[in-house]
Nanobody, 122 residues
Framework: QVQLVESGGGLVQAGDSLRLSCAAS????????MGWFRQAPGKDREFVAY????????YYEDSVKGRFTISRGNAKNTVDLQMHSLKPEDTAVYYC???????????????WGQGTQVTVSS
């Protein structure tokens, strides 16, 4: 089993930056593709970003392209999400995910974190 723990959420103003981090524990001897999803109140979970096992390939949801950057951390099975130019519509609970079962942007991952709240005020 793998446990994912997110950190770095908080309350910021529009235009600010924030960095989310995620670390895996448990069966971490295998390196997994990882990513981030988010869920705003009353909305479905939405793909945000994905990074492959080597950090060579990354994919982003259109609304965050150019503002968010996903990267793998130095430790195995860690991932960061650097967010710039935050907007009120970025307000959501952000979930770290690992090991996709289907396409990278489908919400079918084997492992999910508990989520961290990001709130952007206008």
């Amino acid at each position: 089993q793998v446990q994912l723990v997110e950190s770095g959420g908080g309350l910021v103003q529009a235009g600010d930056s924030l960095r989310l981090s995620c670390a895996a524990s448990g069966r971490t001897f295998i390196t997994y593709p990882m990513g981030w999803f988010r869920q705003a109140p009353g909305k479905d979970r939405e793909f945000v970003a994905y990074v492959d096992v080597n950090g060579a390939y990354t994919y982003y949801e259109d609304s965050v392209k150019g503002r968010f950057t996903i990267s793998r951390g130095n430790a195995k099975n860690t991932v960061d999400l650097q967010m710039h130019s935050l907007k009120p519509e970025d307000t959501a609970v952000y979930y770290c995910v690992a090991r996709p079962r289907r396409n990278y942007d489908d919400p079918f991952y084997d492992y999910w974190g508990q989520g961290t709240q990001v709130t952007v005020s206008s």
